[in-house]
């Protein structure tokens, strides 16, 4: 089975990755598609079988299952392609055109009325035209790209595990004088080092795919009383940290994976329930 990286059509992205123009017969065996923005209309293609043709390619890689990136135009064209409402209302950063959240997706990050960040099954879009190194980073995680392919070395990026550590220990020590976080994780860690231990663990399995931490994350944190307050001032610690210790790129990629995650365990209502166990 042929290993490929596909993009639906031109504008081919320079993100250093060797890449093929995308065709029905080529979605078979394809690792993944692009679906860059590129500025031509998604909610009326009448008269242009172009755009048809694009919205046929997309549709097919969505029913296959394939893994599928869109940003700008592109997202538009995957919201569309599972059945979103398209609106023409130009928001600044965001594409002419962007797309409803679709049934059963799941919003990672808003920019007003518009789901900037969203994600269904397989599929993730970045309404944006311009598409975060960060969120391809985080698409491209565990894919087998074609020989000499370079993908993003996040954990390279924030200065090895090394770094990462620095930064942790700066960030933990914040919580431990946080009037807010302080005295939950006071109640829940025994034992920093070991705490610290883990959690770089955890940090170098994120940023590398190395199985250096094994565990779940939901599991990890259920049961500590954690609500949406909790997260957005651990947010804002963790930023504070990482920006201090990074260069401004770093920064911002460590800061919104660790917003992703958090928004999933806010989305799978982990906190929900009273104090009952220690962090491991």
């Known amino acids: 089975m042929t290993s490929r990286l596909l993009l639906s059509t031109p504008p081919l992205p320079q993100f250093g ?32 079988p172009d755009r048809w043709a694009r919205l046929t390619l997309v549709s097919q890689a969505v029913r296959r299952g394939l893994p599928v990136l869109g940003w700008g135009a592109g997202a538009a064209l995957l919201g569309r392609v599972l059945g979103a409402k398209v609106r023409a209302e130009p928001q600044p950063g965001l594409a002419d055109e ?8 799941e919003v990672v990050q808003r920019q007003g009325e518009a789901p900037l960040l969203w994600q269904a099954g397989q599929v993730t879009a970045w309404a944006g035209v311009d598409l975060p190194p960060e969120v391809l980073a985080e698409f491209l995680e ?16 924030v200065g090895g595990e090394a770094g990462l550590r620095l930064l942790l220990d700066d960030f933990y020590a914040r919580i431990q004088h946080d009037e807010v976080l302080g005295p939950i994780f006071a109640v829940h860690v025994e034992d920093w080092d070991a705490h610290l231990d ?26 500590l009383g954690i609500r949406g307050v909790h997260l957005e001032r651990w947010l804002t610690l963790f930023q504070e940290a990482a920006e201090r210790h990074l260069s401004p790129e770093a920064a911002r990629l460590l800061t919104w994976r660790a917003g992703a995650m958090g928004a999933r365990l806010g989305r799978r209502g982990v906190g929900n329930r009273p104090h009952s166990r220690r962090v491991p």
């Open 17 to 48: 990755l060797e890449v093929e123009e995308a065709t029905l017969e080529g979605l078979t065996g394809a690792v993944g598609l692009l679906v860059p923005h590129d500025g031509e209309p998604v909610a009326d293609v009448r008269a242009r």
């Open 142 to 157: 565990g894919r087998t790209l074609p020989k000499g392919a370079r993908q993003i070395d996040a954990l390279e990026t």
């Open 98 to 105: 962007w797309a409803e959240l679709p049934r059963d997706a």
């Open 198 to 223: 883990r959690v770089t663990a955890f940090w170098v399995t994120v940023l590398s795919g190395a199985a250096v931490w094994r565990g779940n994350l939901n599991h990890v944190h259920a049961r």
